[in-house]
């Protein structure tokens, strides 16, 4: 058995739109299971597109109801609410760790994330917030970025990936990134490399300062 020469978890957010299935059938030829970061307002206007996925083994995860400002930005008692409807709207396809991805207004991993009340909201809800590490920028590039993508998993062992079921056009190249990923000799799994979860199930598990507004 050849082994992996890098590890790839892949992600997608901003969903579920007119998109979703073409993701979900090249996730399901190709045999990879996935993770959809969900914005509340969408799930509640296309649930069954998030039945299907959640149906086919990939996980459902909150992504704000909004989309609209990162909760370091936004009042505290307005994020909080943002994400308890979104996780209400999940409902049974919810995962049990309670999965939470924060927006990021542009992918960034900075103070505009969080807020100190909101951390121990989520901390309240026994949520897991699952960063990343890898952002080709597929939603800004929707034919340039599969190269950037390639590079990007290539230089570290483990990388968690944020791609974008969304009317761009960048998903028509989904199935020729999963080819070239394996050509490479990558791995495809669904868990999260540890370092991007600084929260497990409503606890800490790793310094975020960084992430919280002051």
């Not at 909760?71 to 309670?98: C, N, W, Y």
């Not at 590039?141 to 570290?156: M, S």
């Not at 190249?173 to 490479?184: A, I, P, T």
């Amino acid at each position: 058995m050849i082994n992996a020469v890098f590890d790839l978890t892949l992600s997608f957010d901003n969903g579920p739109t007119n998109v979703t299935p073409l993701v979900l059938d090249v996730l399901a030829q190709r045999g990879v299971k996935s993770t959809f970061f969900v914005i509340g307002e969408r799930l509640a206007a296309n649930r069954a597109l998030a039945q299907r996925a959640h149906a086919e083994g990939h996980w459902i995860g909150n992504h704000t109801w909004s989309h609209s400002l990162p909760f370091g930005l936004m009042d505290a008692d307005a994020a909080k609410r943002e994400f308890d409807l979104t996780q209400d709207t999940i409902g049974s396809l919810v995962h049990p760790h309670r999965l939470f991805r924060p927006y990021g207004q542009g992918g960034n991993l900075d103070h505009r994330l969080l807020s100190r009340p909101v951390i121990d909201h989520l901390s309240e809800r026994q949520a897991t917030i699952v960063l990343w590490s890898a952002l080709p920028r597929d939603w800004q590039d929707a034919d340039g970025w599969v190269g950037r993508a390639l590079d990007q998993v290539a230089a570290r062992s483990w990388s968690l990936m944020v791609l974008h079921d969304l009317p761009t056009g960048a998903m028509r190249h989904l199935d020729r990134f999963l080819g070239l990923v394996g050509e490479r000799g990558g791995r495809v799994r669904q868990e999260f490399p540890p370092d991007c979860l600084p929260m497990i199930e409503g606890h800490v598990v790793q310094p975020m300062d960084a992430y919280l507004a002051d």
